[in-house]
């Protein structure tokens, strides 16, 4: 939760000096652009469960930061930032990577192909009372998100898929959403 004294105060550091970014002015404090940007990077660079500061932004060790400003429920503003960060790194347990992977198209052209894939058992199709028929194109998204157990090491492994069928208007149907997780034994 952000609170009108963080925007006010950073505006006055920048010096912004407009009235819709101060307490007194409005009923509802408004954020700057800028105040949105640095809030989600620092948010998501140094959580609590991370020890981290500035200092340790200057050297060595690749990270990415993806973070997301949502009001009232949906996403309004996602912000990715990447730099190089100075450390010793130890604390596995909590970092992570996500992966979106690129669409991957497939187009059913001939009733063959439309029989191969209705016979894969991963693929339940939510409308069966209406055929598919040649032409269609199927649009798999596939996201994975790792935790690391060690500097080598994934933790935990979760793959979701959600397949949508195209038709020839180009509308999107979603016709399967599933996930896998898999985790690493623990050793005794």
């Not at 408004?30 to 500035?54: E, L, N, Q, S």
């Not at 340790?56 to 009232?72: M, P, R, S, T």
């Not at 970092?95 to 192909?113: C, I, M, N, R, W």
């Not at 194109?137 to 979760?158: E, G, M, P, R």
Request: hydrophobic share 45%; proline share 4%.
């Amino acid at each position: 939760m952000i609170s009108g004294q963080e925007v006010e105060m950073f505006c006055g550091v920048i010096g912004n000096q407009n009235k819709a970014y101060k307490l007194g002015h409005m009923s509802a404090i408004k954020a700057p652009m800028d105040f949105a940007i640095v809030t989600t990077i620092m948010r998501a660079i140094f959580p609590p469960a991370i020890d981290g500061g500035f200092l340790k932004l200057l050297h060595l060790k690749a990270v990415q930061v993806k973070g997301c400003i949502f009001h009232d429920g949906p996403t309004i503003i996602r912000v990715t930032s990447s730099f190089l960060y100075h450390s010793c790194f130890t604390n596995f347990k909590n970092t992570f990577g996500t992966v979106d992977e690129p669409d991957y198209v497939v187009k059913l052209l001939d009733d063959a192909a439309i029989g191969v894939v209705q016979l894969k058992e991963w693929l339940a199709w939510e409308a069966e009372s209406q055929p598919v028929k040649a032409g269609v194109t199927l649009v798999f998204h596939i996201c994975s998100q790792v935790t690391f157990k060690d500097k080598t090491s994934y933790h935990n492994v979760c793959t979701t898929r959600d397949v949508f069928l195209c038709d020839q208007l180009k509308c999107l149907k979603k016709v399967l959403n599933s996930m896998d997780s898999i985790e690493a034994p623990t050793m005794r």
